[in-house]
């Protein structure tokens, strides 16, 4: 077993770098996202109440996606100066499913954001008639 640990600790994961880390400067707050994951692996078929276990293990597997997303954006944004989100459309271009997702979500956003700018005038003009 000794002659494993040895073995295994030479390898990185997946999407590390074998630079220093940000992540050991920046400790995280664990389970800050427990109540939103548990809901969601319920939606998804899983147990009403989860294991702990699980739910920190599916955490810890999506601030790791999360965290690596980022951090490729910003690698391509470095060249530009500013994040945007066509960053991230960019890095997911090849997954269709995520694309296709984030492109509706974005333009429910705007149709909200439109809306909302519209009621707004709406609440305006009623006002000033009164």
């Known amino acids: 077993m000794s002659g494993n ?8 994961k ?3 770098s074998s630079s220093s ?6 400790k995280r ?4 996202f427990q109540k939103d994951l548990q809901h969601m692996m319920y939606g998804y078929g899983d147990d009403p109440n989860p294991l702990p276990e699980t739910v ?7 601030v790791e996606y999360v965290t690596d997303m980022v951090h490729k954006a910003q690698d391509i944004a470095s060249k530009r100066g500013r994040l945007l989100t066509e960053d991230f459309l960019y890095l997911i271009r090849k997954d269709m ?3 296709n ?3 509706e979500l974005l333009a429910m ?4 954001k439109q809306a909302r700018k519209a009621f707004e005038v709406d609440e305006e003009k009623l006002a000033t008639t009164d």
Do not use: H, W, Y
């Open 5 to 12: 640990s040895a073995a295994n600790s030479g390898k990185q």
């Open 14 to 16: 997946v999407g590390e």
């Open 21 to 26: 880390k940000p992540s050991e400067t920046f």
């Open 29 to 32: 707050k664990r389970g800050m």
């Open 56 to 62: 920190a293990l599916v955490e810890d597997i999506v």
């Open 97 to 99: 499913p995520k694309l």
């Open 101 to 103: 997702r984030c492109q």
């Open 109 to 112: 956003n705007e149709e909200l």
